[in-house]
């Protein structure tokens, strides 16, 4: 069975509400029409009813929910902006925050906020800021967390791999790796990977010194305490994932050689290294998956089509388990 057809057979039947905000967009649409046709899920389109309708030809929409928020129900919009400005807590006036919903980004997340839809599909013709920051400023953090960070999930006939942080945080600290570490820990189990941790390093086990390597010794002594799963580092990638040099570079280790959850320093080598593995090495990328939010929300590239929209609001409708 395919990754694809695992995580459809997990969410079948389950009748889980996405909500995508960009809903006049012919990639959303096609990707809305489909999912609902195959009773995936249940996609709400934000957006004139009528241009939606029009862009969409021949697409089926007569299973997909359209909303149009320039026409929501007075009372329904009085109890959003009463929910959003008790979430926002005096930060700005109502006013202010009346004009924020009229943003679809914001009208979407506050949907999942109030549980009206289980998670929000965007970014097809927005930036990632203007996907990720209402969902920081409303959904937030889950409990403990300080930060988000984005995963990809690597696949390559039956192997998996998650990659982390590769979309969100410029720099990590040792703290911040940890951080990294437990969220992706949480996305590898809903892919069904049994997650062995590599914090990777130029160096293997002191074979170099710095301080860029000294903090990743230093996520790596906090992890031994912190994570329930293995983990280990600093670790050189092909000692992390390579037995044969992991026997020679770290012997011993319950993770080197093995490894398929692997935590980046900081997000340049992350890009770039699922990237190469993308490019070079033949892998599927998935994602970005946002990490360490409340509830689902989901960031897609403005260059996607409809083929990604369709796996990205299958996983959102996962990370929503």
């Not at 862009?55 to 997909?64: E, I």
Request: hydrophobic share 40%; proline share 4%.
């Amino acid at each position: 069975m395919s990754l694809l057809d695992e995580l459809k057979e997990k969410i079948s039947g389950l009748n889980k509400k996405i909500v995508f905000p960009e809903g006049d967009d012919i990639r959303i649409i096609e990707a809305a029409s489909r999912l609902a046709d195959e009773q995936l899920i249940h996609p709400v389109l934000l957006g004139d009813p009528e241009e939606i309708k029009q862009n969409a030809g021949d697409f089926n929409l007569s299973n997909v929910e359209i909303v149009d928020i320039n026409n929501y129900p007075e009372k329904d919009f009085e109890e959003m902006l009463d929910a959003l400005e008790e979430r926002r807590n005096g930060k700005n006036t109502r006013e202010q925050l009346a004009e924020w919903l009229k943003d679809a980004n914001y009208f979407g997340t506050m949907l999942v906020y109030m549980d009206k839809a289980d998670g929000m599909v965007s970014g097809a013709a927005h930036a990632t800021g203007d996907t990720v920051r209402p969902a920081l400023q409303i959904i937030k953090t889950q409990e403990g967390m300080r930060r988000i960070s984005g995963s990809f999930l690597m696949q390559k006939g039956d192997t998996r791999y998650i990659f982390a942080d590769c979309a969100i945080n410029i720099e990590l600290d040792a703290k911040g790796m940890v951080e990294v570490a437990k969220q992706s820990v949480i996305t590898a189990k809903q892919f069904n990977i049994d997650p062995k941790v590599a914090f990777l390093s130029f160096s293997t086990k002191g074979s170099a010194k710095g301080d860029m390597v000294t903090k990743v010794q230093e996520a790596a002594s906090m992890a031994k305490d912190e994570l329930d799963v293995p983990s280990d580092g600093e670790l050189q990638f092909d000692a992390a994932l390579v037995p044969e040099v992991a026997n020679k570079k770290a012997p011993g280790s319950e993770v080197a050689g093995q490894a398929n959850v692997f935590v980046f320093p900081e997000l340049q080598s992350g890009n770039i290294g699922y990237k190469i593995a993308q490019r070079l090495g033949g892998f599927e990328a998935f994602g970005p998956l946002l990490q360490g939010l409340a509830k689902p929300v989901s960031d897609l590239s403005r260059g996607c089509v409809a083929e990604d929209v369709y796996n990205v609001a299958i996983i959102n409708a996962i990370q929503s388990l």
